[in-house]
């Protein structure tokens, strides 16, 4: 089965910063990829999703953005923060076997804007 | 797109009681229905799912039912322990792979609390 390492796991930082979170996958090749944000006491949002290297979905406009430069990394990025992006962030990627065998979640990053 | 309703968006139950939580779906073309246990501060697992061609299916003390008519899909939990408290989400997704990229939309979450 996969595993995905997502990191840091804690992150603070000041408004108007930039931002960098990083996912790499192991143990399958040319994943579907996404990046999903958990707002306190809510469900997850897709942000962004991604088929292959390159390839990137926006699923919700917003100052955040994603790459895919190698098939089993995935990195979401924003220029600027504002508050609002404070949240706990989710990579995820689809099981070896399919997507109708659910995903696999990273440890995730809490970011909180200050 | 896809909208997913799930209620209640708390709940809290005695240990040994049962708990339910349910989901209702928007998009009839929707075929599986995973389910993941969150833990406070940590990532959602997938703990059981089920897809349309399927009514029930059960998971030693986890069981989930499908209603493809009204769209619905339930999850039952039986001799709850404390243990089992935690954040519990549906999702909704399709299986056709080339069709959507496998997406899948959340419930916004049920806060589960077992009281022992």
């Known amino acids: 089965s996969q595993t995905i390492h997502q990191w840091p796991a804690t992150l603070v930082q000041p408004v108007g910063s930039p931002l960098s979170l990083e996912c790499t996958v192991e143990g399958t090749s040319n994943p579907n990829l996404y990046w999903y944000r958990q707002a306190a006491g809510r469900g997850l949002q897709l942000l962004f999703y991604s088929v292959g290297i390159g390839q990137i979905s926006s699923e919700v406009p917003q100052n955040l953005s994603a790459s895919r430069p190698q098939d089993r990394q995935f990195i979401l990025s924003s220029k600027k923060l504002l508050l609002s992006d404070s949240g706990f962030y989710l990579c995820?990627?689809?099981?070896?076997?399919?997507?109708?065998?659910?995903?696999?979640f990273g440890s995730g990053t809490r970011l909180t804007v200050v | 797109g896809e909208n997913v309703e799930q209620h209640p968006s708390t709940l809290s139950v005695q240990e040994g009681d049962s708990a339910v939580i349910k989901c209702t779906y928007s998009?009839?073309?929707?075929?599986?229905f995973p389910w993941y246990k969150q833990e406070l501060g940590k990532r959602p697992q997938l703990i059981i799912d089920i897809r349309s061609n399927v009514g029930e299916k059960k998971d030693q003390r986890i069981a989930v039912t499908l209603n493809k008519t009204a769209k619905h899909f339930s999850l039952h939990i039986t001799e709850t322990q404390p243990e089992d408290s935690a954040v519990y989400f549906c999702a909704a997704s399709k299986e056709r792979w080339d069709t959507n990229a496998g997406k899948s939309t959340f419930g916004d979450g049920t806060t589960l609390t077992v009281k022992p």
């Open positions: 995820a990627c689809t099981d070896t076997r399919g997507p109708e065998y659910g995903y696999t």
């Open positions: 998009d009839s073309a929707s075929n599986y």
